[in-house]
């Protein structure tokens, strides 16, 4: 591979030192390795593009796709007939080989472990008979691995008068799924508590805790809330995958993108006050993960306060919140503050006391980056007014907003959209597109999702800040808008549906919801 083609001088740089710096610590990584690291490369999507149901009908193993030809292996080859049927169904053209039965049941059953109607069925037969502790972890350990396989975010089990629910959260949505007995879901409690160490006598108080779990050669962490509710324990499973969560900034906002110029300029500055906002879920972590990453974090000192810490990262030093052992925001502030730090990130700014610390660090010639609970730029501002953060540091040290909400992406199946009222609507020339569906989206015309975001810059010169001081201090920053970069909902909409990543119906959904009108209606 030639480094040279994939990565800049100063990238090469930087990863050929952090190798060194690994072999002193012992371990080996080659430059690749920590590239990915990095998120200066990007590994290639690997969602297939074949579904559980044709590999079931098929007996077969999908081993590879080109934009040609599925590679497939089996017991026995497909005959003429159904190797046409097949073909049609996968829209391409199919290679297959033998490989020895034994080799293939093996493989076979392993993959098929996560089919969710196999795990239904478990559970219906656990539901009514008794099974021992193996059975019950072993299905415990499908029901992770299906949420893995299937980019679920979260799993929850609920306790009612007569029954547990246990659902998933995917693409942002909640999926009924399985009941189990009261039984099944305290077996599930106890597996859950034993493996994040958990104490597993005293069910009164909620607990948090986690644990790591090898798929496949891949560690996966997941994080665990515990809480009694009326009827029992409430829990909730985060899955903290890595390669679905921990993405490159340059990936959620490429150089096509219209702001991603001021983006890069104005996060990666030496000192000063940059905000991430948005509602829970709306992946604000995400993106201040993202942007902790591309800065050089081998030259500069850079900390965070979390609470709790979701996702490890290399030569970042990350302080967890703990209340019950006196280790609040204000003494991990205090110790940061105390270590020459260049970058501090806090979690998230839940009230006044952290808002006034969060702005005297950013005017103390650090840059500090957080998040805020407000759903778009200008309100961030006015939160920040109201809960009395001090207005003339505010003026001259924030450097940007990015507030932001997923919404669910086009799958590659689109059709291009013939909706005049579309283009009418966004003002633009293109077509867009409309939803379609295929095996891949499981028909639903949807597949993972992207980011709508609301973003301003506020341009570093005196007579912008000063007028920025006045807006705050008088009436309302809205006078001030005007010299700032802006780009609104709506600018990131018409982006979304002139690429072809968003349709009408959703983008249009979005911004009423979020309050704008179509005047046309
Ligand atoms: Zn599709």
């Given at each position: 591979?030639n ?11 930087i990863c ?8 002193r610590?012992g ?12 998120n ?24 590879d ?20 049927l097949?073909e049609?169904?996968l ?12 080799e ?7 993959f098929?472990?996560i089919d ?11 539901n ?10 072993e299905l ?31 693409n942002?949505k ?6 189990l007995n009261?039984?099944l ?8 508590k034993?493996?994040?160490n958990?104490d597993?006598i005293?069910?009164?108080t909620?607990?948090s ?12 962490d997941?994080r ?44 990666n500055?030496k ?6 906002v ?5 992946g ?9 990453t591309?800065?050089d974090r ?6 965070t306060?979390?609470?709790?810490i ?16 006196n ?9 940061i503050m ?7 990130v806090?979690?998230e ?12 660090a ?16 200008y ?8 809960e009395?953060?001090d207005?003339f540091?505010l003026?001259y040290?924030?450097?940007?907003v990015?507030a ?9 199946c689109?059709?291009a959209?013939?909706n ?17 569906g ?6 639903t ?6 980011l ?8 570093p ?5 000063y ?12 006078s ?7 780009f ?8 979304l549906f ?11 959904k979005?911004?009423?919801a979020?309050g704008y009108v179509?005047?046309?209606?």
């Open positions: 591979m480094l040279k083609k994939y990565l800049t001088t100063s990238q090469i740089d050929q030192q952090e190798k060194e710096y690994y072999q610590l371990t080996n990584k080659t430059i690749v390795q920590i590239a990915l690291e990095h200066f490369i990007q590994k290639k999507d690997n969602t297939p593009s074949f579904n559980l149901e044709l590999i079931k009908k098929y007996e077969i193993l999908v081993v796709e080109d934009e040609k030809n599925f590679y497939i292996e089996c017991k026995e080859l497909l005959g003429v007939k159904r190797l046409k097949l049609k169904e829209g391409r053209s199919v290679v297959q080989k033998t490989i020895p039965v034994r293939f049941n093996e493989r076979f059953t392993n098929i472990s969710p109607d196999i795990i239904e069925k478990k559970i219906k037969k656990f009514a008979l008794d099974a021992d502790d193996t059975e019950i972890l415990f350990r499908m029901i992770l691995k299906h949420g893995i396989k299937n980019n679920i975010s979260d799993i929850h089990i609920n306790a009612y008068e007569d029954f547990n629910w246990l659902r998933y959260r995917q942002g909640i999926q009924a799924k399985y009941i009261t039984d879901a305290q077996r599930f409690s106890m597996i859950i034993e493996k994040s958990i597993i005293d069910a009164q909620p607990k805790g986690g644990f790591s779990e090898k798929f496949e050669d891949v560690v996966v997941f665990i809330e515990v809480a009694p509710s009326h009827f029992g324990e409430n829990i909730v499973i985060r899955i903290l995958d890595k390669t679905n969560n921990l993405k490159s900034l340059s990936k959620l906002f490429p150089s096509s993108h219209p702001m991603s110029k001021h983006l890069f300029n104005y996060i500055q000192n000063g006050f940059f905000l991430t948005g509602p829970t879920g709306s604000k972590t995400t993106t201040l993960n993202a942007i902790i591309q800065r081998l030259h500069e000192i850079i900390y306060i979390e609470d709790p979701e996702y490890k990262i290399d030569f970042v030093t990350q302080y967890q919140v703990n209340e019950e052992i280790f609040t925001f204000q003494t991990a502030m205090k110790s105390r270590q020459d730090p260049d970058v501090i806090i979690g700014m839940r009230d006044a006391q952290s808002i006034k610390t969060a702005l005297k950013a005017h103390s010639g650090h840059m500090v980056y957080s998040t805020l609970h407000t759903s778009n730029s309100m961030a501002m006015e939160r920040i007014r109201d009395g953060g207005l540091i003026a040290s924030l450097k940007g990015i932001q909400r997923l919404v669910s992406k086009l799958c590659e689109k059709v959209s013939t005049e009222k579309a283009k009418r609507y966004f003002k633009t020339k293109k077509n867009g597109y409309e939803k379609n295929c095996i891949k989206c499981n028909f015309g949807y597949n993972s999702r992207v709508l975001t609301d973003m301003v810059f506020i341009p010169d005196m007579k912008t800040r007028k920025f001081y006045l807006a705050l201090k008088s009436s309302t920053v809205l001030a808008w005007d010299d700032f970069i802006t609104s909902y709506y600018d990131s909409a018409k982006y002139e690429n072809g990543m968003g349709d009408y119906e959703t983008l249009t979005e911004l009423f979020l179509d005047d046309e209606e």
